[in-house]
Antibody, heavy 124, light 110 residues
Framework: EVQLVESGGGLVQPGRSLRLSCAASGFTFDDYAMHWVRQAPGKGLEWVSGISWNSGRRGYADSVKGRFTISRDNAKNSLYLQMNSLRAEDTALYHC?????????????????WGRGTLVTVSS | QSLLTQPPSASGTPGQRVTISCSGSSSNIGRNTVHWYQHLPGTAPKLLIFSDNQRPSGVPDQFSGSKSGTSASLAISGLQSEDEADYYCAAWDDSLNAWVFGGGTKLTVL
């Protein structure tokens, strides 16, 4: 059974940093791209970032480019999101998401499994 | 403002068939496949349809997807109370080099 368990969320002041982690199990982690997708309170889903199976390709939404960094450790079956210079508008539930394929930027590779998310609140 | 446009709400009675539309552009739906997700609040979203009209194993055939030009649709037949959820379409956007979602449609079973 595929399991994706996020951690690292919490309350943080604007301008500070936070690192999210995702522990994956139930599948061959290094065979698949991974993503972070967030949902702000009362809003819809927003893609944040994606990373290919071997970290060779990474991409970001314009709203987080230059502030967030996605990474993965295939030896530890883990995905990470380093979030710097946090803003109030980054407040959201952050989901760790598995791709159906190797690359994050291939249109046919939908997101097939989602974690329940970790909540990030940016507020003074 | 989402790049993919969905109606904010839809409704139907048990047993009825409802459709949810998703309108995009030539840089996303017009060139790339569309995927649909079901999200019940408090749970993890679930993949319903991938590559326009394919169902993952375990998803019942009451759910079906279609696409024409720059628009796509999700149809739900034999509506049941447990189908009450938020539904999202998504596609890769070649201009943004990013995944884009619709704003979501809240389905109510009356």
């Amino acid at each position: 059974e595929v399991q994706l368990v996020e951690s690292g969320g919490g309350l943080v002041q604007p301008g500070r940093s936070l690192r999210l982690s995702c522990a994956a199990s139930g599948f061959t982690f290094d065979d698949y791209a991974m993503h972070w997708v967030r949902q702000a309170p009362g809003k819809g889903l927003e893609w944040v970032s994606g990373i290919s199976w071997n970290s060779g390709r990474r991409g970001y939404a314009d709203s987080v480019k230059g502030r967030f960094t996605i990474s993965r450790d295939n030896a530890k079956n883990s995905l990470y999101l380093q979030m710097n210079s946090l803003r109030a508008e980054d407040t959201a539930l952050y989901h760790c998401v598995k791709s159906r394929g190797y690359y994050y930027d291939t249109s046919g590779y939908s997101f097939d499994y989602w974690g329940r998310g970790t909540l990030v609140t940016v507020s003074s | 403002q989402s790049l993919l446009t969905q109606p904010p709400s839809a409704s139907g009675t048990p047993g009825q068939r409802v459709t949810i539309s998703c309108s995009g552009s030539s840089s996303n739906i017009g060139r790339n496949t569309v995927h649909w997700y079901q999200h019940l609040p408090g749970t993890a979203p679930k993949l319903l349809i991938f590559s326009d009209n394919q169902r993952p194993s375990g998803v019942p055939d009451q759910f079906s997807g279609s696409k024409s030009g720059t628009s796509a649709s999700l149809a739900i037949s034999g509506l049941q109370s447990e189908d009450e959820a938020d539904y999202y379409c998504a596609a890769w956007d070649d201009s943004l080099n990013a995944w884009v979602f619709g704003g979501g449609t809240k389905l109510t079973v009356l």
